[in-house]
C-alpha cells in the first residue's frame, strides 16, 4: 500500500516561487506514475503535472507550462513540483496522486495525499 504526504505549502506574493514535496512511503511507489492536481473553492480537481514511472516524461497543464517543473527523486521516493512566478490564480490546494498509469484524468489515481494550501496574493 502506497501512501503520500505532500508538504511545502504556503503563503507568496505573485512572482515568488515555491517547492512542494510529495514523500511515498511502501515499496510499490517507484512503479507508480505520479501527479500533481489541484483544486480551489467551487471548482473541481485539475491536473497540473505528472511524471511517469522511470522518470523521463513529463507533461504539463497549459497554465503552468514553464513555469512549474516535476521531478523524482528515487532514492527518497521523493516526488517533487517546484513552482515559479507564482501567480493569484495558481492559489489552490494541491494533491500529489499515485497511478499505475501516466494520464491527466484524477480518476485513473487510486491513491492520494491529504493536500497542502498554497494561496499567492498579488
Known amino acids: 500500500q502506497v501512501q503520500l504526504t505532500e508538504s511545502g505549502g504556503g503563503s507568496v506574493q505573485a512572482g515568488e516561487s515555491l517547492r512542494l514535496s510529495c514523500a511515498g512511503s511502501?515499496?510499490?511507489?517507484?512503479?507508480?506514475?505520479v501527479a500533481w492536481f489541484r483544486q480551489s473553492p467551487g471548482r473541481e480537481r485539475e491536473f497540473v503535472a505528472v511524471?511517469?514511472?522511470?522518470?523521463?516524461?513529463?507533461s504539463y497543464a497549459d497554465a503552468v507550462q514553464d513555469r512549474f517543473t516535476i521531478s523524482r527523486v528515487y532514492a527518497a521516493d521523493m516526488v517533487y513540483l517546484q513552482m515559479a512566478s507564482l501567480k493569484p490564480e495558481d492559489t489552490a490546494v494541491y494533491y500529489c496522486?499515485?497511478?499505475?498509469?501516466?494520464?491527466?484524468?484524477?480518476?485513473?489515481?487510486?491513491?492520494w495525499g491529504q493536500g497542502t494550501q498554497v494561496t499567492v496574493s498579488s
Open positions: 496522486a499515485a497511478g499505475p498509469v501516466t494520464s491527466r484524468s484524477p480518476t485513473l489515481y487510486n491513491t
Open positions: 511502501g515499496l510499490s511507489f517507484s512503479l507508480y506514475a
Open positions: 511524471v511517469n514511472r522511470i522518470g523521463e516524461e513529463r
